[in-house]
């Protein structure tokens, strides 16, 4: 047994060389996503501003298709999915949806800062549907950072909701949707190559989008209406997409040389560049209630993150000193 675990242990070290050495890439890319993602928030408020959120939501996901399509072919990866795919990724596209709706009506009158840092309780959510509907076991520790999570987006929300009414919980909408998109994803990563999971969601996302944005003018809802950018809420509408393609192609090829649990912490900092821009453009600059919210969210993350990876480290080696002969 000495022998096997000594054995264990050196292949455990030669696969942890092998992973430092593309860890670097895979921060560099996780870096190369928080500083290219807030676009995506620059250019949906920008274009919200002339055009429907429902349009803006449909253009995003025909521009995204549109790029990766290409890069399929070059890649010569199927265009074909099976029927479980299939209804994984459609699930996928409905969520993507819902969550792009709620943050691009957020951002038509939020500050890029208030709604990204509301958005931010994903993580609080995930770990909550995996223990309602998973039946994961949670420790009091980490639940108990997801209740100050949630205490300091209440402090974003607090004022953001006097200030623009209802509005204001719609990024809540857009972290329950993304944290939907995140656990589909991980059980669709098991059927689908990352470049062809992007074309499907963004295609079928686009497909169903069609439907919705008829129905608009029946249900007397403005925001989910079809109506034709002009001028340079073209050039908007079209970075939505452009800027959400390359950010999120960005993300999945970090996740493919680095491990979830090294670039998780890194996604908080997406707030930074997102706040300056939000500063430089549109001259919103968080109070010092938001600011003080957006520091308690982070630092719960960053607790949840950190508890999560103490039992994957746990996890790892006792199914190590099981599997050793």
């Known amino acids: 047994m000495g022998k096997g675990i000594g054995q264990s242990a050196n292949a455990g070290l030669a696969i942890a060389m092998n992973t430092n050495d593309r860890i670097l890439p895979g921060v560099a890319l996780m870096l ?13 408020k920008l274009a919200a501003q002339g055009v429907p959120v429902g349009t803006v939501t449909l253009v995003r996901f025909v521009v995204q298709a ?5 890069i399929l072919l070059l890649m010569g990866l199927s265009f074909r999915l099976t029927r479980r795919a299939f209804g994984l990724t459609l ?7 819902l969550s792009t709706y709620c943050f691009i009506a957020a951002l ?4 890029l800062a208030d709604a990204l840092a509301i958005a931010f309780v994903e993580p609080f959510i995930i770990l909550l549907i995996g223990r309602l509907a998973m039946n994961e076991q949670v420790g009091p520790r980490r639940i108990g950072a997801a209740i100050v999570g949630f205490a300091g987006s209440m402090l974003v929300i607090q004022p953001a909701f006097a200030h623009f009414g209802a509005v204001a919980l719609f990024p809540l909408g857009t972290a329950f949707g993304f ?8 059980a669709l990563s098991r059927h689908s190559h990352p470049v ?4 499907h969601t963004a295609f079928v996302a686009g497909v169903l989008c069609l439907p919705l944005l008829a129905l608009g003018p029946a249900l007397n809802e403005p925001s989910l209406t079809l109506v034709a950018p002009e001028g340079i809420f073209w050039l908007w509408c079209a970075g939505v ?4 393609a390359i950010s999120h192609m960005s993300m999945t090829y970090a996740l493919k040389f680095a491990p979830s649990s090294t670039l998780a912490p890194l996604h908080y900092l997406e707030i930074v560049p997102a706040t300056l821009l939000g500063w430089l453009i549109f001259a919103n600059f968080p109070n010092q209630l938001t600011l003080l919210g957006i520091a308690v969210i982070i630092a719960s993350g960053l607790y949840i993150i950190h508890r ?3 039992a994957a480290r746990g996890l790892a080696v006792s199914r190590a000193l099981t599997e050793a002969p």
């Open 32 to 44: 190369g996503f928080c500083l290219i993602a807030p676009w995506i928030d620059v250019f949906s």
């Open 66 to 70: 549109a790029l990766m399509a290409p």
């Open 91 to 97: 699930a996928r596209a409905a969520v993507s949806i």
């Open 108 to 111: 038509k009158v939020m500050p």
């Open 179 to 186: 944290a939907l998109y995140i656990l589909i994803t991980r």
């Open 196 to 199: 062809a999971m992007q074309f």
């Open 241 to 244: 997409g452009i800027a959400s």
């Open 308 to 310: 999560e990876r103490i």
